[in-house]
């Protein structure tokens, strides 16, 4: 089974609001990582929040990390239309193996 | 300083044929990592590799699947006698070490169809 899951499955939004994505895991971890993959291309790495981390900022990027209910939160302020992509949470077990949730379909309408 | 490259971007086989999917890491990498996606599914790992040796295996099928990871040259995922199933999305990324902080980097991909 999926060790993360991304909530929305898929999410519309116009440009200029925000978009929010929630993961959830099972497993106690050491860190979350988010990804994002735009249409027919590889994966990009967005950010990395670490277990005893709640809260970390990276430009429009807001990831919180609630380890008590195992859950994480990506928040993309001021979207853009370029921001449409699918966005994959992921956790790390044995410090190589990447488990990643299914996805959200993020569409930023212009 | 070139990304993960992966070739071929888009590969055919009929059904029983061989696939060979090629990665070559970034510069100074020497961990590399196969993924697979199947259509509206993340991405699940298959293989992590050090350069001539396999590491964790534990995400390959057992059958017909195989990989390596040479002194010289690329990292190959090699599938014998492709089924419909094989048609999936299969990513490499690579980093310069393992460890829970250490980021991979991942190619754009090869998508391989099964006819």
């Known amino acids: 089974s999926q060790q993360g899951e991304e909530d929305p499955q898929a999410l519309s939004i116009q440009e200029g609001e925000n978009a929010t994505m929630n993961c959830s895991y099972k497993t106690s971890i050491n860190n979350l990582q988010w990804y994002r993959q735009n249409s027919g291309r590889g994966l990009v790495h967005l950010i990395l929040i670490r277990s005893n981390e709640r809260e970390k900022h990276s430009g429009r990027l807001r990831v919180t990390l609630d380890t008590s209910k195992k859950s994480s939160s990506l928040l993309i302020t001021a979207s853009r239309a370029a921001d449409t992509a699918s966005y994959f949470c992921?956790?790390?077990?044995?410090?190589?193996?990447?488990?990643f949730g299914k996805g959200t379909l993020l569409t930023v309408n212009p | 300083n070139a990304g993960v490259m992966q070739n071929p971007r888009h590969l055919v086989r009929r059904r029983g044929q061989e696939a060979r999917l090629r990665c070559s890491p970034m510069k100074g990498h020497s961990h590399v990592y196969w993924y697979r996606q199947l259509p509206e599914e993340g991405l699940k790992f298959m293989v992590y590799l050090q350069k001539e040796n396999i590491i964790d295996e534990s995400g390959m099928p057992k059958e017909r699947f195989s990989a390596e990871f040479p002194k010289e040259g690329p990292s190959i995922l090699r599938i014998q006698q492709v089924v419909r199933g094989d048609s999936a999305a299969y990513f490499c990324?690579?980093?310069?070490?393992?460890?829970?902080?250490?980021?991979?980097?991942f190619g754009p991909g090869t998508r391989l169809t099964v006819t």
């Open positions: 992921a956790t790390v077990s044995q410090g190589y193996k990447l488990t």
């Open positions: 990324a690579s980093s310069p070490s393992s460890g829970d902080y250490y980021e991979q980097y």
